[in-house]
């Protein structure tokens, strides 16, 4: 499966982007999806995962209440909605997949070309 993130950009502090993963190859209706990020400097972490079925989802606690994933099994995407975004978002933001029943924070096996995100103070 082939991933392509988008939506990223410049955005000031406060401020909203959403950030789409497109997947093509193969349907993604039974992988569990997640949204990572880098900063400058700083190694690759977790942002938020979805199930197959959108019924059970987690966030890094820094996001709690300021993002949201969802998908669409039918267009095969999967979204991160980010609102009341501080300098701190501001980073490379991938997409991934895994083929699992279970919700996972790690072992990702397809992961998108990445999107970035700057925002500004």
């Known amino acids: 499966v082939q991933l392509q993130a988008s939506g990223g950009g410049f955005v000031q502090a406060g401020g909203s982007l959403r950030l789409s993963c497109a997947a093509s190859?193969?349907?993604?209706?039974?992988?569990?999806m997640g949204w990572f990020r880098q900063a400058p400097g700083k190694e690759r972490e977790f942002v938020a995962a979805i199930n197959w079925g959108g019924s059970r989802i987690k966030y890094t606690d820094s996001v709690k209440g300021r993002f949201t994933i969802s998908r669409d099994n039918a267009k095969n995407t999967v979204y991160l909605q980010m609102n009341s975004l501080k300098p701190e978002d501001t980073g490379v933001y991938y997409c991934?997949?895994?083929?699992?029943?279970?919700?996972?924070?790690?072992?990702?096996?397809?992961w998108g070309q990445g999107t970035l995100v700057t925002v500004s103070s």
């Open positions: 190859g193969r349907t993604i209706s039974t992988y569990t």
């Open positions: 991934a997949g895994r083929q699992a029943a279970t919700l996972v924070t790690s072992g990702y096996d397809y």
